[in-house]
């Protein structure tokens, strides 16, 4: 197939990524057969759409067709269960028999992925968070990851997991290492390349201190040659300069909250998502405001949590303010 080596690249032996709207990761491993031209697969998310699914399929068909293997898709490993992630996970285990994996607090949303509309509008949503975008078809899982589970590969190398919270509840970090150690790792999106990160400066995060703790995480695996973000550019090595950016925007969210207050006595939640989104020159559409507005209000709890913010009820109506300074 033409441009084939755009589509599928080789990071380390047995480890590729299908550059895409979300990066999917793709291992292989030697089976115990016989026959040396058949090659197990394990996938690392799979796109958000059945479109995204048939694209996937059809790359590896065309690499390994022209490798002269075949392969079987033994399991798709999900960071984490977001629309874009494993939208496209039904299709694969009807076309394949795959089986799907996920970390266990992952589970929930993605058998009943209703629960993340509700999570972003705060009660049941309209029927324009009712979209393929934010909630894909319910997804089963056939096994619960855990942190401290490893899978074993062909030529000494492993499978390993590290929990990372943040972005979502239970968001995996999926590290393959090879019999030197050397690794390729695969975050989901608890970090942002640069390119992403600027254009979207305030991306979707559940908890802002639990993302920085994560980015910190990340930055202590050694031995790191490639981290392959779930959206944007790859990282070569060091993910320090990207990890840093990532924790400039949040630190930049945080600031632009606490100047909200100081324009006025008390703001709602509503006001200040306007002015964080308005101080970032943002034009929202229906589901950016979506996106952002959840996000705005996960940075309000945290900071309400460490008594940087204060909140009262009145006039039915919930208020926001900075604490009084004795």
């Known amino acids: 197939m033409d441009n084939l080596t755009a589509r599928i690249i080789e990071l380390s032996a047995g480890v590729y990524v299908i550059p895409a709207t979300t990066n999917v990761g793709v291992i292989t491993s030697e ?45 798709i490993i999900t960071t984490h269960g977001h629309a874009d992630h494993c939208g496209a996970h039904n299709f694969l285990k009807e076309e394949t028999g795959c089986a799907l994996w996920a970390a266990k607090h992952e589970q929930g949303a993605m058998e009943t992925p209703i629960i993340q509309g509700t999570v972003l509008w705060g009660g049941y949503p309209p029927h324009e968070m009712r979209t393929l975008f934010f909630m894909p078809s319910p997804t089963y899982l056939d096994r619960s990851l855990t942190a401290d ?14 929990e990372l919270k943040g ?7 999926v590290i393959i290492s090879d019999k030197k150690n050397k690794k390729v790792i695969f975050p989901g999106d608890n970090i942002f390349p640069r390119n992403e990160i600027i254009n979207h400066w305030i991306p979707l995060i559940l908890n802002p201190v639990q993302y920085m703790e994560s980015l910190d995480q990340l930055c202590a695996i050694e031995n790191v040659e490639w981290c392959i ?3 944007g550019d790859f990282l070569k090595r060091n993910i320090n300069e990207a990890a840093e950016l990532n924790k400039i925007a949040i630190i930049s969210t945080r600031t632009c909250i606490l100047d909200s207050l100081k324009t006025k006595k008390r703001l709602t939640a509503e006001e200040i998502v306007k002015y964080v989104a308005d101080k970032n020159e943002m034009k929202l559409s229906f589901s950016q405001y979506a996106l952002v507005s959840s996000t705005v209000k996960s940075y309000i709890a945290v900071m309400h949590d460490a008594r940087e913010i204060k909140m009262e009820v009145s006039d039915n109506k919930l208020y926001f303010s900075l604490p009084v300074q004795k």
Do not use: W
């Not at 589970?149 to 590290?162: C, N, Q, V, Y």
């Not at 972005?167 to 970090?173: P, T």
């Open 167 to 173: 972005h979502s509840y239970e968001n995996l970090c």
């Open 149 to 162: 589970e490893t899978i074993k590969l062909s030529g000494g190398r492993t499978i390993s997991f590290m």
């Open 229 to 231: 973000p779930s959206h």
């Open 31 to 75: 089976n115990d057969s016989s026959n040396d031209s058949s090659v197990d697969v394990y996938l690392i998310d799979s796109g958000c759409t059945e479109i995204d699914g048939e694209y996937v399929l059809d790359v590896l068909k065309a690499f390994f067709e022209q490798q002269g293997q075949y392969f079987t898709l033994k399991a």
